[in-house]
């Protein structure tokens, strides 16, 4: 099958798990012997094409005012500018349509397509091209992507995003099929009216292959220092700040926290500082997931914003690591009970409580290493992106 796939960015152009999970979506496809294209933005504002693991990418410039995803971020009147012609963006949909011309796929599957715009689909259907959108963010309502303000979710759209999805969301009704990453990310369109009478699927992310190393090993001193880690972007909406505020009310040497990551630099500043003193916490910057992941035996991803599906879950369970996580977004789905835990972080004290729960339970977590292990194989990569081919089959005969 010839499929293109259009996201924002591309390998090795990558800011979080969106970009690593569309790579290896593009990269498996490619494994199973099918022609796979994908359209993405440029930095440099340069055309160009190339073959990267088997893929085709052409990468676009942005025809906007300036580009968002690197850099320090401009000031708000350019900002508001820069979303405004983002709802629909004609000059991108010329660009994207270009591309199909050329790749002459048949089916198309965006994911995230800030940049491009809605436009990108109008592009497709002009064509007569099958479209499957993937939906891994809230960019469809709301130009931050997350829902997320002031340190609270938004049940309600404000004015500026009512504005901006508008046009979104009426457009929505052209792809001929929907697959979320999360069954949340799924509901929580359908909500605010996206997507309406179009058929959906659920599509989790595929992970990489568990760790040969194995589970974890029993502990042979439960007195020692349980080693906990966070891994994401370092921003307010992760949750890091109150998961430092818990982890430093655990008892003095009880466990370790490590964080790998980077992000909002004021943000970054302010927890350096805050934990600067404190001997038991460790900053790692930037690193492959796989670092922190053999040097810590519990992940903690204690989000406040809805995440739709963290990958950072799915990485952690193929390293034989369980989870404690926020009942946030899609994050639920993906812990079962024998992998991990999950806590409400509108509840005083719960977070707290959570860490404290694991180190009296101890004992269950080479069970817990081993039970993550084998959950981690129901997101074999394989299995997405076989899913990925029913979901495009049936767009085409739709």
Not at 81 to 101: F, S
Not at 138 to 152: E, H, I, K, S
Not at 266 to 276: D, P, Y
């Given at each position: 099958?010839?499929?293109?796939?259009?996201?924002?960015?591309?390998?090795?152009?990558?800011?979080?798990?969106?970009?690593?999970?569309?790579?290896?979506?593009?990269e498996e496809l490619a494994r199973l012997g099918?022609?796979?294209?994908?359209?993405?933005?440029?930095?440099?504002?340069?055309?160009?094409?190339?073959?990267?693991?088997?893929?085709?990418?052409?990468?676009?410039?942005?025809?906007?005012?300036?580009?968002?995803?690197?850099?320090?971020?401009?000031?708000?009147?350019?900002?508001?500018?820069?979303?405004?012609?983002?709802?629909?963006?004609?000059a991108m949909e010329a660009a994207a349509g270009?591309?199909?011309?050329?790749?002459?796929?048949?089916?198309?599957?965006?994911?995230?397509?800030?940049?491009?715009?809605?436009?990108?689909?109008?592009?497709?259907?002009?064509?007569?091209?099958?479209?499957?959108?993937?939906?891994?963010?809230?960019?469809?309502?709301?130009?931050?992507?997350?829902?997320?303000?002031?340190?609270?979710?938004?049940?309600?759209?404000?004015?500026?995003?009512?504005?901006?999805?508008?046009?979104?969301?009426?457009?929505?009704?052209?792809?001929?099929?929907?697959?979320?990453?999360?069954?949340?990310?799924?509901?929580?369109?359908?909500?605010?009216?996206?997507?309406?009478?179009?058929?959906?699927?659920?599509?989790?992310?595929?992970?990489?292959?568990?760790?040969?190393?194995?589970?974890?090993?029993?502990?042979?001193?439960?007195?020692?220092?349980?080693?906990?880690?966070?891994?994401?972007?370092?921003?307010?909406?992760?949750?890091?700040?109150?998961?430092?505020?818990?982890?430093?009310?655990?008892?003095?040497?009880?466990?370790?926290?490590?964080?790998?990551?980077?992000?909002?630099?004021?943000?970054?500043?302010?927890?350096?500082?805050?934990?600067?003193?404190?001997?038991?916490?460790?900053?790692?910057?930037?690193?492959?997931?796989?670092?922190?992941?053999?040097?810590?035996?519990?992940?903690?991803?204690?989000?406040?914003?809805?995440?739709?599906?963290?990958?950072?879950?799915?990485?952690?369970?193929?390293?034989?690591?369980?989870?404690?996580?926020?009942?946030?977004?899609?994050?639920?789905?993906?812990?079962?009970?024998?992998?991990?835990?999950?806590?409400?972080?509108?509840?005083p004290g719960a977070l707290k409580e959570a860490?404290?729960?694991?180190?009296?339970?101890?004992?269950?977590?080479?069970?817990?290493?081993?039970?993550?292990?084998?959950?981690?194989?129901?997101?074999?990569?394989?299995?997405?992106?076989?899913?990925?081919?029913?979901?495009?089959?049936?767009?085409?005969?739709?």
């Amino acid at each position: 099958m010839n499929i293109l796939l259009v996201n924002t960015l591309y390998h090795p152009l990558a800011v979080g798990g969106a970009e690593r999970s569309v790579q290896s979506l593009a990269e498996e496809l490619a494994r199973l012997g099918h022609e796979v294209a994908v359209a993405t933005l440029s930095p440099d504002g340069l055309r160009s094409e190339t073959i990267l693991g088997g893929v085709e990418v052409r990468r676009l410039p942005l025809r906007n005012l300036y580009f968002p995803f690197r850099g320090r971020p401009p000031g708000a009147a350019k900002k508001s500018l820069w979303h405004l012609l983002d709802t629909w963006n004609p000059a991108m949909e010329a660009a994207a349509g270009a591309v199909m011309d050329q790749v002459r796929p048949e089916a198309v599957n965006t994911h995230n397509i800030a940049g491009f715009s809605a436009a990108v689909w109008r592009a497709a259907k002009r064509r007569g091209l099958p479209l499957v959108h993937t939906l891994r963010d809230q960019y469809l309502l709301c130009p931050r992507t997350t829902m997320f303000r002031d340190g609270r979710n938004c049940i309600r759209q404000c004015a500026a995003c009512k504005l901006y999805s508008l046009p979104r969301l009426l457009a929505t009704r052209q792809a001929d099929l929907v697959t979320g990453v999360s069954r949340f990310i799924l509901r929580r369109h359908r909500d605010f009216n996206g997507f309406p009478g179009v058929p959906e699927a659920v599509i989790h992310n595929g992970c990489p292959p568990p760790a040969e190393k194995g589970p974890l090993p029993p502990e042979k001193d439960a007195k020692g220092p349980l080693h906990l880690g966070f891994l994401g972007k370092v921003h307010p909406s992760k949750g890091l700040e109150p998961l430092i505020e818990a982890f430093q009310a655990l008892p003095p040497g009880a466990a370790e926290l490590w964080i790998a990551g980077k992000g909002e630099p004021s943000h970054e500043r302010k927890l350096r500082r805050r934990t600067a003193t404190d001997g038991s916490v460790h900053w790692m910057g930037f690193v492959e997931p796989r670092r922190l992941l053999e040097r810590i035996r519990v992940l903690v991803a204690p989000s406040l914003w809805h995440d739709t599906a963290p990958r950072n879950v799915l990485e952690a369970f193929a390293c034989g690591r369980p989870v404690l996580g926020s009942r946030r977004g899609g994050i639920p789905e993906l812990i079962a009970p024998e992998t991990g835990w999950t806590y409400d972080p509108d509840l005083p004290g719960a977070l707290k409580e959570a860490l404290e729960r694991i180190l009296d339970e101890r004992s269950r977590l080479a069970a817990m290493s081993e039970a993550a292990l084998r959950r981690a194989r129901r997101f074999d990569l394989s299995a997405m992106a076989r899913k990925y081919l029913r979901a495009y089959r049936s767009a085409t005969e739709k």
